[in-house]
């Protein structure tokens, strides 16, 4: 075989090398430029979040915490009433409305019976507090 040939061939490996590598790197790239700007579009979305949370602060009206208060003839069904219902998580994220649709009416099972969440008042500061009487499920 002539050199040339030989140079050619080599020379069109390597064109052909240089176009799918390119391709492919483009291919990356604008995957990687999609992601960069849905990323950019998110942290805008927490800075402006973050700056919200930041006034209802200065205002004082973050929920920082909730403490629930559960009234019921049964000593254990009441601890475990308050129990339950203290374990809701999340609650800093969730305005009071939605709160308190998420206590209302809640099932609360111990030992074999099934008891009812009755939301009787709340007291709303940074720290909310929630009283809720336990009535049997049969009872109402």
Known sequence: MKPIRVIG?????????????????GRK???????????QGHALDLEAQLKRLESLEKKGHIIQSVKVVAICADEQARLKGQETIQG???V??????LLEAMIERRSVSIQD?????CLTANHISKTVTIYIRLVPQGQR
């Open 29 to 39: 790239v604008d995957d990687l430029t999609l992601e960069n700007q849905l990323l």
């Open 92 to 97: 800093d994220a969730i305005d009071l409305p």
């Open 113 to 117: 019976e099934t008891y009812l969440a």
């Open 9 to 25: 061939i080599y020379l069109l490996g390597i064109i052909a090398g240089l176009i799918l590598g390119t391709l492919l790197m």
């Open 88 to 90: 809701l998580r999340d």
